[in-house]
């Protein structure tokens, strides 16, 4: 099972950004598509951005769109994820996972990111 550890997050002012990182233990992580979900308390998780196993091809939110960009090292087995222009509604806290995940695959600790107005 691929074990999956997410860091970058903290607390920023709003506008601020932020880059979040997730590596993978394992290279099989280069056969699918990656991505970010969200949290926020009191709310289901959600997807935010997915990349696909080659990283050509890129999916995001709306409410996201032009403010954050998802990008992977395959070599280094970390997906990332750009955050500019934050706004109070980001916060949560951010997963990675396989796009297409599965009840079985593992979840890592998350990472919170905090924007403050």
């Known amino acids: 099972q691929v074990q999956l550890v997410e860091s970058g997050g903290g607390l920023v002012q709003a506008g601020g950004s932020l880059r979040l990182s997730c590596k993978a233990s394992?290279?099989?992580?280069?056969?699918?598509?990656m991505a970010w979900f969200r949290q926020a308390p009191g709310k289901e998780r959600d997807i935010v951005a997915s990349v696909s196993w080659s990283g050509l091809n890129t999916y995001y939110k709306d409410s996201v769109k032009g403010r954050f960009t998802i990008s992977r090292d395959n070599a280094k087995t970390t997906v990332y994820l750009q955050m500019n222009s934050l706004k109070p509604e980001d916060t949560a806290v951010y997963y990675c996972?396989?796009?297409?995940?599965?009840?079985?695959?593992?979840w890592g600790q998350g990472t919170q990111v905090t924007v403050s107005s």
């Open positions: 394992k290279r099989t992580f280069s056969n699918y598509a």
């Open positions: 996972n396989r796009e297409h995940f599965t009840p079985d695959d593992y």
